[in-house]
């Protein structure tokens, strides 16, 4: 699905970048290898360089364009973390001001109980 993406924000020689069709905000991008890799642990290292550094250049277009007040930046891995799409992907997501009531906490609000996890013992 995102190997044939044409409607390009931004790119480099190994990475592209554009807007997300089920935006969660106004900007929402995603930025993909250039090559298909399934998850982001399958990324070469120069490849997932490509993709940071085009992830920097996608926030000062955001930021010119848009003036967001903060980032969230994700990326799923596999169908239990909630990866659809298996074609390695960054989330970059453009917060504003007021745009949820408290955003304390950050992506942790979108897992269930995740504060409370702090307080579980890790093997």
Known sequence: ???QK???VLENDLAKAFW??????RGHLLIVPKQHYATYFDVPADTRAAMD?????????????????????????????????MHAHIHLIPRYEGDV????GGIRKMIPRAAGLSRLKRK
């Open 53 to 85: 550094a085009l992830t920097f250049d996608a926030k000062a277009l955001l930021d010119e364009k848009f003036q967001p007040a903060g980032y969230n930046i994700g990326i799923n891995v596999a169908p239990a973390a909630g990866q659809t799409v």
């Open 20 to 25: 997300d069709n089920h935006p969660v905000r």
């Open 101 to 104: 009531k408290d955003p304390r």
């Open 6 to 8: 044409s409607n390009i």
């Open 1 to 3: 699905m995102f190997c």
